[in-house]
């Protein structure tokens, strides 16, 4: 089993996760922020990951240091429970709709961060959530996890839908990139023969 547990303790947050990359999409959430425990049940549902977080933070203040944090324990927990990337088909994308909303999401378990991240949200809040912090969630996730991300919303009108099918492409997009690939005979999938 592909599992990682990562404890992240800061004088700002307190962080645990666990992810089991061949799971079924069992999610348990605690982070005292509803709107983003939707969208993080989003990607273990769609990326059929199993996934546990919970977390405190300095709420008080904002929501600004444990959506960041959160982001960062995940990338940290996803680069453990991949391992050496031996086997991996590596690349991952998806295309998801969600009423008028589309958006792209593209993966590379490429060993160098990196990320793109193409969103006009129509809105600044949704509820009392900023959704200007979901680019630190995936910049956080992006340099721990050490991949390449390219997140691309093609329309929306609604800031919900638009955030919402984001997320659920990058569970897809997941899904596909840590899936082994029995073609590959357990080989790193890079000329360089490491990522």
């Known amino acids: 089993m592909r599992t990682a547990e990562i404890k992240r303790d800061t004088l700002e947050t307190r962080i645990a996760v666990s992810i089991n990359l061949d799971g079924t999409g069992e999610c348990s959430l605690d982070t005292g922020l509803p709107?983003?425990?939707h969208m993080l049940d989003q990607v273990a549902r769609h990326g059929l990951v199993d996934l546990s977080i919970q977390a405190e933070g300095d709420l008080e203040i904002d929501a600004h240091h444990t959506?960041?944090?959160i982001g960062i324990t995940l990338g940290q927990a996803l680069n453990e429970a991949i391992g050496?990337?031996?086997?991996?088909?590596r690349y991952g994308h998806a295309y998801v709709p969600l009423d008028e909303a589309l958006s792209r999401v593209v993966i590379d378990f490429s060993g160098r961060p990196g990320l793109e991240f193409g969103v006009d949200f129509k809105r600044a809040m949704v509820g009392d959530f900023d959704v200007d912090l979901f680019h630190?969630?995936?910049q956080g996730l992006v340099n721990h996890a050490k991949i390449t991300l390219h997140v691309d919303n093609l329309k929306g009108e609604n800031a919900h839908h638009q955030i919402e099918n984001?997320?659920?492409a990058f569970g897809r997009a997941l899904r596909m990139a840590?899936?082994?690939d029995p073609g590959m005979g357990g080989i790193t999938?890079?000329?360089k023969g490491s990522l």
Not at 84 to 89: L, M, N, S, V
């Open 166 to 168: 984001v997320f659920k």
């Open 136 to 138: 630190e969630f995936f």
């Open 84 to 89: 050496d990337r031996k086997g991996i088909r």
């Open 178 to 180: 840590v899936e082994i």
């Open 189 to 191: 999938p890079s000329t």
């Open 35 to 37: 709107f983003l425990e």
């Open 67 to 69: 959506v960041e944090d």
